[in-house]
């Protein structure tokens, strides 16, 4: 239990929660949105960020899925949800899309705060104005995939690492574009270098993508009565209709696997999901509309449909070489 009680100047009591999230400057702008309206909503109580390395940030050359393998779990959540259920920390901010569908036993995940343009952002050249043969950075399956079913033309070109270096490689390794999440873009302030969103019908993104996840443990119920004040329930079942497609679907951050909600008026809840080989020859992809009370159920539904079309032996021949 990391709850502390300090006391502060003017001798009140004030309790002190500590924040985990990876080291990266967009994790720390994610932290800093998360807590400014917290902040400001309690007073009286302290957030301390904590800092936790990921096997994702420490290995920035190797397939993310060989260093899931090597983590243990997730090449980006794994050392953060132990620091968690150690009591290291009482609270971590993940992106997302970077957890997997599956919490650990002990951690939930509480409804996020909204949500930021969840579409991909071509930075570098428009999709139309990319000349044959040009060389485009990406290292996500899925945006690879995505990639290559739109304009088999180009050379995929696999890159790692944080936002703002993954923009330095269109100069220093003479790319000609970057695929990047406008999320990541506009959370650091670099709107600029969008040279075009990236349709969603054709580019669904990662599930849960421009989404937080708030990930706490099941007993802390004093903390989770704080962050509740801050969870939206619209965002929360479009990612959940989302992600319980991806775990129909057995899928991760490493298989090619989009998908996307949108809520309406009236309290319907639409999902648009799309499954692609990696190298953009096959293509499956499908929608279902259904009540907002019931996002987890659309998105198995939904997720049958597109195994129906072929989806799983998809990913299945992309699982059976990543095993090679």
Same mark, same amino acid.
């Given at each position: 239990?990391?709850?502390?009680?300090?006391?502060?100047?003017?001798?009140?009591?004030?309790?002190?929660?500590?924040?985990?999230?990876?080291?990266?400057?967009?994790?720390?702008?994610?932290?800093?949105?998360?807590?400014?309206?917290?902040?400001?909503?309690?007073?009286?109580?302290?957030?301390?960020?904590?800092?936790?390395?990921?096997?994702?940030?420490?290995?920035?050359?190797?397939?993310?899925?060989?260093?899931?393998?090597?983590?243990?779990?997730?090449?980006?959540?794994?050392?953060?949800?132990?620091?968690?259920?150690?009591?290291?920390?009482?609270?971590?901010?993940?992106?997302?899309?970077?957890?997997?569908?599956?919490?650990?036993?002990?951690?939930?995940?509480?409804?996020?705060?909204?949500?930021?343009?969840?579409?991909?952002?071509?930075?570098?050249?428009?999709?139309?104005?990319?000349?044959?043969?040009?060389?485009?950075?990406?290292?996500?399956?899925?945006?690879?995939?995505?990639?290559?079913?739109?304009?088999?033309?180009?050379?995929?070109?696999?890159?790692?690492?944080?936002?703002?270096?993954?923009?330095?490689?269109?100069?220093?390794?003479?790319?000609?574009?970057?695929?990047?999440?406008?999320?990541?873009?506009?959370?650091?302030?670099?709107?600029?270098?969008?040279?075009?969103?990236?349709?969603?019908?054709?580019?669904?993104?990662?599930? $849960?993508?421009?989404? !937080?996840?708030? =990930? @706490?443990?099941?007993?802390?119920?004093?903390? *989770?009565?704080?962050? %509740?004040? #801050? &969870?939206?329930?619209?965002?929360?079942?479009?990612?959940?209709?989302?992600?319980?497609?991806?775990?129909?679907?057995?899928?991760?951050?490493?298989?090619?696997?989009?998908?996307?909600?949108?809520?309406?008026?009236? $309290?319907?809840?639409? !999902?648009?999901? =799309? @499954?692609?080989?990696?190298?953009?020859?096959? *293509?499956?992809?499908? %929608?279902? #509309? &259904?009540?907002?009370?019931?996002?987890?159920?659309?998105?198995?539904?939904?997720?049958?449909?597109?195994?129906?079309?072929?989806?799983?032996?998809?990913?299945?021949?992309?699982?059976?070489?990543?095993?090679?």
């Amino acid at each position: 239990m990391t709850r502390r009680t300090v006391a502060c100047r003017e001798l009140i009591a004030v309790n002190t929660y500590f924040v985990g999230s990876r080291a990266s400057n967009l994790a720390k702008a994610q932290v800093r949105e998360y807590l400014t309206p917290l902040r400001k909503r309690f007073p009286e109580v302290a957030f301390i960020h904590r800092v936790i390395l990921e096997g994702g940030d420490r290995d920035r050359k190797s397939l993310l899925s060989n260093v899931s393998a090597v983590s243990g779990g997730s090449a980006f959540s794994t050392e953060q949800e132990a620091a968690l259920a150690r009591g290291d920390v009482d609270v971590v901010i993940h992106s997302l899309k970077d957890l997997p569908t599956a919490n650990p036993p002990g951690l939930v995940l509480l409804p996020p705060p909204g949500r930021e343009d969840a579409r991909d952002a071509l930075c570098g050249a428009t999709l139309a104005g990319l000349p044959k043969g040009t060389r485009v950075g990406t290292g996500a399956p899925r945006r690879i995939a995505q990639l290559l079913a739109a304009r088999p033309d180009v050379e995929v070109v696999p890159i790692r690492g944080n936002v703002p270096p993954r923009l330095k490689k269109i100069k220093t390794m003479g790319l000609d574009a970057v695929v990047l999440a406008v999320a990541g873009l506009r959370r650091l302030g670099l709107d600029d270098a969008i040279d075009e969103i990236l349709p969603i019908d054709l580019f669904p993104p990662s599930p $849960g993508q421009g989404a !937080l996840g708030i =990930q @706490v443990r099941e007993g802390n119920m004093a903390i *989770q009565e704080i962050l %509740s004040t #801050s &969870g939206d329930l619209a965002v929360d079942a479009q990612v959940r209709a989302e992600r319980a497609l991806l775990a129909e679907l057995h899928g991760g951050c490493s298989v090619p696997v989009g998908a996307y909600a949108e809520v309406h008026s009236g $309290g319907s809840l639409s !999902l648009h999901a =799309q @499954v692609t080989s990696l190298d953009g020859t096959r *293509q499956v992809s499908g %929608s279902l #509309s &259904g009540p907002l009370s019931e996002s987890e159920k659309l998105g198995k539904a939904l997720a049958g449909e597109l195994i129906g079309q072929g989806a799983r032996s998809i990913l299945d021949e992309i699982r059976a070489e990543a095993a090679v």
